[in-house]
């Protein structure tokens, strides 16, 4: 299974998902690909996995995933079933914001709004801070709750 994937418009909230998992996620919406062909287009040029509930695109792009699920929780099954590991990684890999490389970064660069005594990782595209806290804490759950 790939690790670059491309989800349409329909799949959008899977994004901060995929890419919390490692996976390098473009999302249609945020490149303006709207026409069925342009994301076709995109999937096949870039050699991403296509992630859609659109039937027709599904049928229509080589190696696309259809979801049918309309809740998260749902999604994320059935994209496990169809070979993609839902996990969070040790440490994250992506930024959840703009799918750019995150780096940890010295304790004399932290953000002041980030908490004592955890890692903190910047987005090297965005700029973005993260660290363990609980939004990584909701997405673990949500990760375990599906999988049981």
Same mark, same amino acid.
């Given at each position: 299974m790939s690790r670059q994937l491309l989800l349409d418009?329909?799949?959008?909230?899977?994004s901060t998902y995929l890419r919390m998992c490692g996976y390098d996620t473009?999302?249609? /919406?945020? =490149? +303006?690909? =709207?026409?069925?062909?342009?994301?076709?287009?995109?999937?096949?040029?870039?050699?991403?996995?296509l992630v859609t509930r659109d039937r027709d695109l599904a049928a229509s792009t080589d190696g696309a995933i259809l979801?049918?699920?309309?809740e998260i929780e749902g999604q994320l099954a059935e994209l496990q079933a169809h070979g993609v590991d839902i996990?969070?990684? +040790?440490?994250?890999?992506?930024?959840?914001?703009? +799918?750019?490389?995150?780096?940890?970064?010295? $304790? /004399?660069?932290?953000?002041?709004?980030?908490?004592? /005594?955890?890692?903190? !990782?910047q987005c090297r595209d965005c700029g973005q801070f993260? !660290?363990? /806290? $609980?939004h990584w804490e909701q997405v673990q759950e949500t990760i375990e709750n599906f999988s049981q």
């Open positions: 418009v329909m799949v959008g909230k899977l473009v999302y249609a /919406g945020e =490149e +303006n690909l =709207e026409a069925d062909a342009a994301i076709r287009e995109r999937a096949h040029a870039s050699g991403r996995t979801l049918t699920d309309r996990d969070l990684p +040790n440490e994250p890999e992506r930024c959840s914001v703009c +799918n750019g490389r995150v780096d940890a970064i010295e $304790s /004399g660069e932290r953000p002041e709004h980030a908490p004592d /005594g955890v890692t903190v !990782w993260f !660290w363990k /806290g $609980s």
